[in-house]
């Protein structure tokens, strides 16, 4: 009889052991690394937020002046996706003209910037620079996505300069012409700008010689050859040296 109930008692600790054993237990699904939120890793979506107090904002893509020094920050990249706790990386998949941006990290973020400076005029057709970006997340079953970043080069007035007859920029140029009295002479001066956009427009002041004629034919002017730019010419004093007449020429560019 003894151990008929020891038996019995036996029995009932070890259904009801199994039944809390049971009972206490939940389905459990373990998050990968870097997503505690869902299992399902989902391709995330890319997203630039400009930097205004260097590109002007027009029609969802940035206005960039040419000329802009490298590590001019464009914008921060971010990305999202139905995780929000992923953590993302960026990188550059193509540039439509050039190698001018690039992406820096400085632990915590990802920012778009110039790498090279950019001449509006070296810009063949169209002046937009499209960027395509790849996004990855950090599953285990890492996704990815591009989105492009769209940046127009705009143009700047950039001053005009002096140049020699090989076309390489002069500074503090100071020209002379030195001629005989009587003898007829010409003589010629250089200069040239970075725009394409401007009219040759040379105006001559009251301060030259009556017998001095500047014949001006197109982008030609004696004794002055100009490109297309606005110039203004001063002559100044006219010195006599026995039987020679020297003429300072100065001229100033507009």
Known sequence: MFKFEAMNNYLKIYILLTLLISTGCEDVEVA?????????????????????????????????????????????????????????????????????????????NYDLETSASIDYESLAGSKDITITIT????????????????????????????????????????????????????GTLHWDDEDNDQTPELTISTEKPDWLTIDINGKRALPCQVHPIGGTMMWGQVHFFSRSLMVNLMCLLI
């Open 32 to 108: 990968a690394p870097g997503n505690n939120q869902s299992n399902e890793s989902v391709a995330p979506l890319g997203a630039i937020i400009w930097d205004e107090n260097n590109v002007i904002l027009d029609d969802e893509k940035a206005k960039l002046p040419e000329n802009s020094a490298p590590g001019i920050t464009i914008g921060r990249l971010n990305a999202t996706d139905a995780n929000p706790d992923d953590e993302f990386l960026f990188e550059i998949k193509s540039q439509s003209t050039g190698s001018y941006f690039t992406i820096v990290n400085d632990g915590s």
């Open 135 to 186: 996004v990855t997340d950090d599953n285990p079953d890492q996704k990815t996505s591009d989105f492009d970043v769209v940046i127009e080069i705009t143009n700047v007035n950039e001053s005009p300069f002096w140049t020699n007859a090989n076309g390489v920029e002069q500074s503090n140029y100071q020209p002379s012409i030195v001629a005989d009295i009587e003898i007829p002479f010409t």
